[in-house]
């Protein structure tokens, strides 16, 4: 394959970045119901999500759910979550440095990209611990609008390029 078609299916794969971006909007602006005012709507979701609480709920059994033991599952799946989240974290913060140190994407779409997991994960759990909100924060959805501007901005910067050697020349790794 040449370098051209190369960098054709490189920027065509690039559009997955925006696509995730648009995915997460999507998801967060209708958040989950908030277990303390809609309990019974929260046990259809925890079923799936938090299966033993939710299985507690809709057995009806709310009054003994302090009095059951902690399973391996619940302990396991909340470790999951955790290592998933610190994961995404960690990644989308990286992908966003390398945009921004790469030499040939946008840097400033690198930065938001950077920027955006920020405003999604720790904005959104100071706004969670200080207002006290059981939903999803609206710092998701305005993190996921950047998401889709930053993806967007980085994929239309690879293919609008007239030919692959703007790419392979400028792109030399570096040691330091």
């Known amino acids: 394959m040449s370098t051209p078609n ?3 299916w490189i920027g065509k794969g ?4 925006p ?15 908030d277990p303390n005012t809609h309990y019974e709507a929260w046990a259809g979701v925890s ?3 938090a299966p033993f609480e939710g299985q507690i709920v809709l ?8 009095e059951l033991p902690i399973i391996l599952a619940n302990t396991l799946q909340g470790a999951t979550m955790v290592v998933s989240i610190v994961l995404a ?9 390398a945009v921004w140190r790469s030499g040939i994407l946008p840097k400033w ?5 950077a920027f955006a997991p920020v405003l999604m994960y720790i904005f959104g759990l100071v706004y969670a ?9 609206p710092m998701v959805p305005a993190g996921a609008v950047v998401l889709t501007i930053s993806g967007a901005w980085i994929a239309w910067s690879v293919l609008s390029r007239p030919d692959a050697a703007q790419v392979v020349v400028g792109a030399q790794p570096r040691v330091q």
């Open 129 to 137: 611990m200080t207002i006290g909100a059981q939903a999803t924060p």
């Open 47 to 49: 079923t799936f999500s």
């Open 6 to 8: 190369i960098t054709r």
């Open 89 to 97: 974290f960690v990644g989308n913060v990286l992908l966003g440095v």
């Open 19 to 33: 696509l995730y971006g648009v995915m997460t909007f999507f998801s967060s602006i209708d958040p989950q119901p």
């Open 109 to 113: 779409a690198g930065a938001l990209w």
């Open 59 to 66: 057995a009806g059994m709310e009054e003994e759910i302090d």
């Open 14 to 17: 690039l559009l997955g970045l």
